[in-house]
């Protein structure tokens, strides 16, 4: 039988993995369990990353680890072990299938709406890098990386799931109107993969627009990629469409390592009452027995759960309210009792199990992922991020003064937008300038040429941080201040 790495959590965390596993015994799932040590206790006994190195070791050899939610300490400077999971082992795509449950009461539902909306975020990038520095007293800076294998990694596997699963549209979520460098990376990488899938309508809808359009026509939608801030945003508000985060599930697939986990988290407020609703826990778990192959098995335990939920059977967070609710146990008892029967509504096929494959991937270095650079890169100047209480045409005099033969200082932003050499006393400043210097020419210079500059900058400000101004080919690897 093939083992699986099992992590319990935190919270609701063992209560509902007691009862998914409870429904797998019972429906014979051909699967057996190594349980694995991640968590909050496990921050507590002094493991920075919440997990030990067991822990670790057992899921990079077994490649599955299906987990409940975990809290992250507040407060004590540790990362979440979810996100740290997520990242460490690469899983790049995290899938989330949001469709209509009849017997779960919706606005969608009683109108007669259907939903069935996948949403893949980008699942290592972006904010949640949380590379983040106090670069002076009142600013704080958080880096946001998109780049371009990491974009094409989830985007390809948006889209061939998409072809695979016969739908008919795929959407790009993004801000590219805004951040039109990182947002309009992840776009510009969704429609070169749309090249490839000429059958798939593949589309893009701006990010604030797209929230509209999915609460008022969710019906129109069907694969929605997005990347990792939006998409947690979104994919929460889509969990809501369907009856809330009870029903929503999550696969967070890489390539050789994939987490299988609800979307809620640990629900304090309940925990330790054995009353959690553990559905999206379970469908997850059968999300997990389709990547493995367990076809009939997930398709056995699916339909007693429809069945179930057609029944009116219900835990406290949902359900009618004149009818009683059940508690986590009784609720998984529910469906093993209606193991055989078919739902009036959305039944599955009973496909055969195929065999499992097992994992035999064995790393001995970090896979290295990049594309080529083509058309090759100059520098042609760079932004000083100053600390400086001065009004703006104070500082631009200073800084002119030390622009050299090879720089011209050619804008000063506030928080973006330019001060100088146009503005606006209207614009409200922080103690934080940035600084443009351009090549005289826009000629190549080099970094020995650039830290010349801040040496000679930094005799009248604090530097507080630098970004070269590259140019690809003959496109400007940077954007412009408002207003310049
Ligand atoms: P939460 O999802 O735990 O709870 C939000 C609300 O939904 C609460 O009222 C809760 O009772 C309810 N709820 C959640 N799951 C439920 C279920 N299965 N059945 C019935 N009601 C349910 O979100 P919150 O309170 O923001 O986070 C609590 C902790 O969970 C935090 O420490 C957070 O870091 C962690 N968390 C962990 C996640 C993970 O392990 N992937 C994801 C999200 C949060």
Known sequence: MTKIAVAKGDGIGPEIMEAVLSVFEAAKVPLTYEFVDMGKWVFDKGYSNGMTPEAQQSIESLGILFKGPMETPKGKGVKSVNVTARKTWNTYANKRVFQTLHGVDTVFSKAGIPIDITVVRENIEDTYGGIEHMITHDVA???????????????????????????????????????????????????????????????????????????????????????????????????????????????????????????????????GKNIANPTALLLSGLAMLRHLGLMESAAMIENALLYTLEQGVHTGDFGTKGTASVNTTDFSKAITANFGKTPAHGAKPMLPNKPI????FKLDKNPMIFSKDEDGVKIVGVDLFIESTEQPSIVAEKALKQTGDLFKLVTISNRGTQVWPKGSVFTNLVEQYCCRFESVGETAVTQTDIMALYKRIAEDFKVCSTELLNVFGDKKGYSLAQGQ
Do not use: W
């Open 141 to 271: 800076l958080s880096r946001r990386f998109i780049t371009r294998p990491g974009s094409m990694q989830v985007i390809k596997y948006a889209f061939e799931m998409a072809s695979k699963n016969g739908a008919k549209r795929i959407t790009c979520g993004h801000k590219a109107n805004i951040m039109k460098l990182t947002d309009g990376l992840f776009l510009e990488c969704f429609y070169e993969v749309a090249k490839d899938y000429p059958d798939l309508k593949a589309d893009d809808v701006i990010v604030d627009d797209l929230c509209m359009k999915l609460v008022t026509r969710p019906d129109l939608f069907d694969t929605v990629v997005l990347t990792n801030l939006q998409g947690d945003i979104v994919s929460d508000l889509c969990a809501g469409l369907v009856g809330g985060l009870g029903f929503a599930p999550s696969a967070n697939i890489g390539d050789h390592i994939c987490i299988f986990e609800a979307v809620h988290g640990t629900a304090p407020d309940i925990a």
């Open 357 to 360: 494959t097992p994992t035999t």
